[in-house]
């Protein structure tokens, strides 16, 4: 599936907007009859514990902030969880095995084990997965102590503030249903390497170097073949709930970083709608 994994667990921008700076992750949304001022965050999904960094200004704005808005809630009850694993597994108990040569299931089981260090049952568990789990799985393996912004940052608003979802589950678990399998099958030894491909990411991220993830990214194939699945639909869908908070509230957003930029991102949207967007440079700014 090369990199679309990618873009729905981090999410990451991929295609930057038409402005002389835009390597900021964090933006302010000002105008527009807006009785006081919102922020916009792009987040990565998934990072490892020694290099989680929260900054000061996220850190201030979100206590500013009367709304916390994520793509969907971090704390799921126990009983949307039960459901959502018995999703993520293959019908009739199929395998990936089922679906792939045996060169290529041999070559990445071989990957798993001896590069990423997985042992066997676990690979077996992971196979029985629909593709899209079984990578997120793996990345969630391959990640030394997974945090992550939306939990952090819920955690951080605690229950004072208002808290609005963008999304339900079952809204999230269509879009990774949407995804063609045969597109999530793709298996072959430039698709697998998660290692490899999430550090360069991470780097990226961390680095807030967006035009870099631009330039690594803006080519893919898979990436044009589920823009609109992936990014762009939902950020259409989103618009109308965002200005409904914005305009009665000051409201902390916090998305995946790819909806953020390009011609049907959130800011180019909401700059569309009339709205004022400026950059927060966070570089060198460390809280936690």
């Known amino acids: 599936m090369k990199r679309v994994i990618f873009y729905l667990l981090m999410s990451l921008s991929l295609t930057c907007f038409a402005q002389p700076n835009n390597n900021a992750i964090l933006w302010k949304i000002s105008d527009n009859g807006m009785k006081e001022p919102s922020y916009l965050f792009g987040t990565i999904h998934a990072v490892p514990k020694k290099q989680f960094i929260i900054s000061d200004s996220i850190v201030k704005y979100l206590n500013l902030s009367k709304t916390l808005i994520l793509e ?62 079984m990578q997120s799985m793996l990345l969630m393996e391959y990640i030394e102590k997974p945090k992550t912004y939306e939990t952090e940052i819920k955690d951080m608003a605690g229950k004072k503030k208002i808290f609005r979802p963008l999304e339900t589950l079952d809204e999230q678990m269509s879009i990774f249903d949407s995804i063609p399998f ?37 080519n893919d194939p898979d990436f044009k073949k589920n823009e609109y699945i992936l990014l762009t639909k939902r950020n259409i869908n989103w618009i109308p709930k965002i200005k409904e908070s914005i305009n009665n509230e000051s ?10 930029f390009g011609e049907n991102g959130l800011i180019h949207l909401l700059m569309k709608d009339g709205y004022t967007l400026t950059p927060i440079y966070l570089m060198n700014e460390v809280s936690k």
Request: charged share 30%; hydrophobic share 40%.
């Open 251 to 260: 409201s902390f957003i916090a998305v995946g970083c790819a909806h953020l």
């Open 182 to 218: 045969e597109q999530q099958l793709s298996l072959s030894s430039d698709n697998y390497k998660i290692d490899k491909e999430y550090n360069k990411i991470l780097h990226l991220y961390l680095n807030e170097d967006i035009k870099g993830i631009e330039s690594m990214m803006k």
């Open 72 to 133: 969907l809630d971090p704390k799921i009850p126990i009983g949307q969880q039960i459901s959502l694993v018995k999703k993520m597994f293959l019908p009739k108990g199929q395998t990936i095995r089922d679906y792939v040569d045996s060169l290529e299931y041999v070559n990445f089981f071989s990957y798993l084990k001896d590069s990423m260090k997985i042992k066997e049952e676990k690979i077996n568990k992971y196979f029985a997965l629909k593709p899209i789990f």
